[in-house]
């Protein structure tokens, strides 16, 4: 079965400060990766895409990929209070399945 | 802009009850996706369809049947509920291949 292991519990940082996310996945042909938000009570909402390995940044949020370690991260700089939220990483086989980690709870404290 | 919609919102069944719920979506997506989210599970895989007419299993199919009745919809039915169903169902779509997935707002479904 195709996994997807988001392993560190809920992370608190000051507002200000840097949150960093890792995950990491078992299928080696996975193709696409994926950052999705959460806010508690709503649906998930895509925040980033990443395809190939290095860093993409978009804003204060940036995906990096290492396809060799196979392993996905989303580092969220001068974190708000707005960012507080579950985070969860999403991976596509190529085959039209998409499988998600559990998810990070993420807490900014004002 | 309405992307993904399903319907309902709230369910309360009772155990033996049978429902369906409705997913459609307005963005010309091939493929479409019904999740199941569970306190501490993350979203587990119910049912996907890779295009109009195909449908095949995720992680956790038994329970559920699904029908992609056409590009813009594709229902997930409960024929007998069991409390064990008692969860948040997330349909989702996508234009296929390697693409993200666009989700709509859930139906929180109770089964008692």
């Known amino acids: 079965q195709k996994e997807v292991e988001q392993n560190s519990g809920p992370l608190s940082v000051p507002e200000g400060a840097i949150a960093s996310l890792n995950c990491t996945y078992s299928d080696r042909v996975s193709q696409s990766f994926f950052w999705y938000r959460q806010y508690s009570g709503k649906s998930p909402e895509l925040i980033m895409s990443i395809y190939s390995n290095g860093d993409k940044e978009d804003g204060r949020f940036t995906a990096q990929l290492n396809k060799a370690s196979q392993y996905v991260s989303l580092l969220i700089r001068d974190s708000q209070p707005s960012d507080s939220a579950t985070y969860l990483c999403?991976?596509?086989?190529?085959?039209?399945?998409?499988?998600f980690g559990k998810g990070n709870q993420v807490v900014v404290i004002p | 802009n309405a992307g993904v919609t399903q319907t309902p919102k709230f369910q309360v069944l009772k155990t033996g009850q049978s429902m369906t719920l409705q997913c459609a979506q307005d963005m010309n997506h091939n493929s479409m996706y019904w999740y199941r989210q569970d306190p501490g599970m993350g979203l587990r895989l119910i049912y996907y369809s890779a295009s109009e007419g195909t449908t095949d299993k995720g992680e956790v199919p038994n329970g559920y049947n699904v029908s992609r009745l056409n590009k813009r919809e594709f229902s997930l039915r409960l024929e007998s509920a069991a409390p064990s169903q008692t969860s948040v169902y997330f349909c989702?779509?996508?234009?296929?291949?390697?693409?993200?997935?666009?989700f709509g707002q859930g139906t929180r479904l109770t089964v008692v």
């Open positions: 999403a991976v596509n086989d190529g085959n039209n399945r998409l499988a």
């Open positions: 989702a779509s996508s234009s296929g291949g390697i693409a993200e997935a666009f």
